[in-house]
């Protein structure tokens, strides 16, 4: 009997994942405890190994979205009959999946020029993958390039973000390659709608779906780049360039994700949210100190830093604020697990600072700066999302003087920081000039009512305003 494959459930909050890389060719053998495949969730990258020696059978093509615990494919015996069809129709498909209908096929002419193979740099291990982050591995199917052809400059010869940046850089400046005409393609309904409407020839586009499938960006791409030759300008396609007024874009993945949660977190819970001025003149004091003692060690805290440091200890005190509600009971949290809000270019992402109350702010800056780097590379791991119970967002970078944040289900509490700005505060008889800033708290009115809630922001503000305390 052939053993499952499950898409693997990483975390209580998945809905859905997919193979985004199968490490294992189909009807290639695998050990127990060997990679199998890549699984890529609307957060969360990770490979999966084997739990069975055997032969491997794909059940699902990459790119397909699945619901955890689907089977994406099975291990033989090794002298084990293997259908070919096994399994493959099991599985719903998302969207952009190709169907039988979906596929042309083109006979290759006496006229159709040779296909032209550019020379690949491919970083690979021994057993011939290549290493690349789930972030480079995105940003070159945005792009519409193959990470293949990047050379790694990270840890081990890692394809990472900015070798993907620098290959498109590349293909930006070499304006003499030629179109290469495919003898076989996919490409969805839509897509081919719009190639019959702009005149496109599909046979001479790169498709950027799922399994090489041609959608509907790509026909907007090559009929930008049309536009940009037939008025006689360079070929540069606006890589990354994001979307354009007009563009219709799908609902899926980690924009899905967190179209669900917040909406969920409006829906099950009673927010309410207040501001508090801080003065925040002795905080900015230390910090730079703290900064200039600490570049040689290249830690460099960060007024959030300042912010994620005192709503952690204010939590210790205000354990209301720590807590998670149901309609049956309020849990108090022991551990001080404090998120920090990171922005990248497909959404928001929270990682976790576990213990966040008994770090220094050494310490603390140490670590959201690995967690924001790892976000950025696309390196986050499950334990780096589990287990949060408060929730610091910061947009003062953007000038931002007050908004209302939206707590991160099933939290209590999220706490908002604004900028830093120049106010003023009255020295006995005289006007001063001082560094202020505010705070915007939301929490659940369902665990705590007003009055405790703004005696945690009172005691956050009066930490930030003393920030020696902070340091003890």
């Keep these: 009997m052939p053993k499952e494959i499950y898409l693997v459930k990483v975390g209580m909050s998945m809905t859905e994942g997919m193979v985004s890389e199968w490490f294992i060719p189909d009807g290639g053998e695998v050990k127990k405890g060997e990679l199998v495949y890549a699984l890529e969730t609307e957060k969360v990258n990770l490979d999966v190994d084997a ?33 070919d069809d096994l399994g493959k129709s099991n599985n719903k498909t998302s969207p952009e999946t190709p169907t039988d209908e979906n596929v ?30 789930p ?10 390039l193959d990470f293949q052809m990047a050379s790694g400059s990270g840890p081990a010869g ?17 304006t003499t390659v030629q179109p290469v005409r495919q003898t076989s393609f996919k490409a969805s309904p839509l897509a081919k709608k719009l190639a019959e409407d702009r005149g496109i020839d599909l046979s001479l586009i790169v498709g950027t779906g799922p399994g090489g499938r041609i959608i509907q960006s790509d026909i907007e791409n090559a009929s930008k780049a049309a536009d940009s030759q037939s008025s006689g300008s360079l070929v540069t396609a606006e890589l990354g360039s994001g979307p354009n007024p007009g563009d219709v874009l799908p609902v899926k993945g980690m924009r899905k994700t967190i179209a669900t949660r917040m909406h969920q977190s409006l829906m099950e819970s009673a927010q309410l949210s207040m501001d508090m001025e801080v003065i925040m003149n002795d905080a900015v004091k230390m910090r730079s100190g703290l900064v200039e003692e600490w570049a040689v060690l290249g830690v460099k805290p960060t007024y959030t830093d300042l912010v994620i440091k005192a709503c952690a200890k204010a ?7 720590n807590s998670r509600f149901s309609f049956e009971e309020i849990a108090l949290l022991e551990e001080v697990n404090v998120g920090m809000a990171v922005a990248l270019p497909e959404g928001l992402v929270v990682p976790v600072v576990r213990n966040a109350d008994k770090l220094s702010i050494k310490e603390l800056a140490t670590e959201t700066s690995r967690l ?41 509490g999220i706490m908002g920081v604004n900028r830093l700005y120049d106010g ?8 001063v000039k001082s560094k202020k800033m505010n705070l915007s708290l939301t929490w659940d009115h369902r665990a705590l009512d007003g009055a405790p809630a703004a005696e945690f922001l009172v005691e956050v503000k009066s930490l930030l305003e003393a920030p020696y305390r902070l340091l003890v």
């Design 51 to 83: 739990e069975y020696d055997g032969v491997v059978k794909h059940g699902v093509e990459v790119g397909v979205t699945l619901k955890p615990g689907d089977v994406v494919g099975y291990i033989f015996e090794a002298n084990e009959e293997i259908p």
């Design 135 to 144: 972030a480079a591995r995105r940003l070159a199917k945005e792009l519409g």
């Design 104 to 133: 042309i096929e083109i006979q290759k002419s006496k006229e159709t020029p040779e296909k032209v193979v550019e020379p690949q740099v491919v970083q690979a291990t021994s057993d011939g993958r290549v290493k690349s982050s």
């Design 424 to 431: 003023m505060d009255w020295e006995e008889e005289r006007i």
């Design 315 to 321: 939590l210790t005190s205000h354990p209301m604020m």
């Design 158 to 174: 890692r394809i990472i973000e900015r070798d993907i940046e620098a290959l498109a850089g590349s293909k930006r400046e070499n």
């Design 372 to 412: 924001a780097k790892a976000a950025r590379e696309g390196k986050l791991g499950l334990d780096d999302y589990a287990g949060g119970t408060f929730t610091v967002s910061a947009l003062g970078m953007y000038g931002v003087d007050s908004f209302t944040p939206i707590i991160n289900h099933p939290q209590s």
